[in-house]
């Protein structure tokens, strides 16, 4: 179940998200400084939920 597609929606989702705040950058939207407290953020995220895929893969034996 953990080889499924559905482990890693999360963190593609975390990816989008991340691809988005630099349009949101090019186009004005937000600072500089909202970006990358922002990105901060994302990163975090993306590290969690990457730890959270291999907590699952390693336990799905």
Partial sequence: MCNDKKNYYS???ASEVESL???AL???YITKT???KL???VSITKKLI???IKY???NSN
Avoid: I, M
């Fill in 50 to 52: 990457g730890g959270f």
């Fill in 39 to 41: 990105k901060e953020k």
């Fill in 26 to 28: 090019d186009l004005e």
């Fill in 56 to 58: 699952l893969k390693s």
């Fill in 11 to 13: 963190y593609r989702s």
């Fill in 34 to 36: 909202e970006f990358d």
């Fill in 21 to 23: 705040l630099y349009v």
